[in-house]
């Protein structure tokens, strides 16, 4: 790993005549001397990554991680984004940004709704194609992790998470869907 350092080098310029930063190695780390709170969170991103890396093989290189936390919850039909602000503890405002780069990637749409007032966003045929996507790609990697861990380890580990997902009292939060993106 290699980290650009605040230290100017000496002569060299950047475009627009500021001075190119130093670039240093990264001291090496032992993986295994993590805290498991660190090491927990590497996995997790990087089985995100795994996941997006098959989205964007099948075709939908739009979507981010954010995005999943919206698509989590039109799954079970057309929301307001107010509902779907309070579902996830964030601003109207933050809902609408995601919600527009979803509908103008096509993964949803508004929909028509009895009250003009209220504006309904529903998950479209692409959409619900990507959410097939992404559980194939975590299946798969389930079954990698088994393969990896063994039977009995990969059940430990799942065994193991899950009692630190809710002594850290997060369960509720993830039992609701109310994890809030971060």
């Known amino acids: 790993m290699v980290v ?54 099948r075709g939908h290189g739009a979507l981010r991680t954010a995005h999943g936390f919206v698509i989590q919850h039109l799954l079970g039909g057309p929301r307001t984004i107010g509902e779907l602000a309070a579902l996830l503890g964030i601003s109207q405002q933050a809902v609408s940004k995601t919600v527009a780069e979803l509908v103008a990637a096509r993964y949803a749409a508004a929909v028509a709704t009895d009250d003009r007032r209220q504006r309904r966003v529903a998950l479209t045929r692409r959409g619900r194609a990507a959410v097939e996507v992404g559980r194939g790609a975590r299946a798969a990697l389930e079954v990698e992790l088994r393969r990896v861990l063994g039977p009995r380890g990969f059940a430990q580990a799942h065994r193991a998470l899950a009692r630190l997902i809710e002594h850290l009292g997060a369960g509720d939060a993830v039992r609701q869907r109310r994890v809030r993106p971060t």
């Open 4 to 57: 650009q350092s605040t230290t100017p080098r000496p002569g060299a310029r950047r475009a627009g005549g500021r001075p190119a930063l130093a670039t240093v190695p990264a001291a090496p780390i032992a993986v295994a001397e993590l805290p498991l709170s660190y090491l927990a969170q590497f996995v997790g991103d990087a089985a995100g990554a795994r996941v997006l890396a098959a989205l964007r093989r």
